[in-house]
């Protein structure tokens, strides 16, 4: 039984930073892509940003040059450093994790509201 927890979502004003986090454990032997998703109200989920095992990072065009993903594997964690937040940024961040054994998980999401 592999499980996700996240944790730092919240309200911020537009500008504002915040800090995501997503700690896995369980039985996992490696994980091999981290990465994390949100979904917007209305909107079908889509991906912020993702990173491999040998910390290559994808990120979706809206979250270039302000989002920064980073992981921590010797704690089974990935983080996601979110700057000059939008209103637009608003939504229910996801983190997932794909790894061995056969490793395909989802945290539970966590809220970010990006309001004045």
């Known amino acids: 039984q592999v499980r996700l927890v996240e944790s730092g979502g919240g309200l911020v004003q537009p500008g504002g930073s915040l800090r995501l986090s997503c700690a896995a454990s369980g039985s996992i032997l490696s994980i091999n892509v981290m990465g994390w998703y949100r979904q917007a109200p209305g909107k079908q989920p889509e991906l912020v940003a993702t990173?491999?095992?040998?910390?290559?990072?994808n990120y979706a065009d809206s979250v270039k040059g302000r989002f920064t993903i980073s992981r921590d594997n010797a704690k089974k964690m990935v983080f996601l450093q979110m700057n000059s937040l939008k209103p637009e940024d608003t939504g229910v961040y996801y983190c997932h994790v794909e790894g061995e054994p056969e490793l395909d998980a989802w945290g539970q999401g966590t809220l970010v509201t990006v309001s004045s």
């Open positions: 990173i491999t095992s040998s910390n290559s990072t």
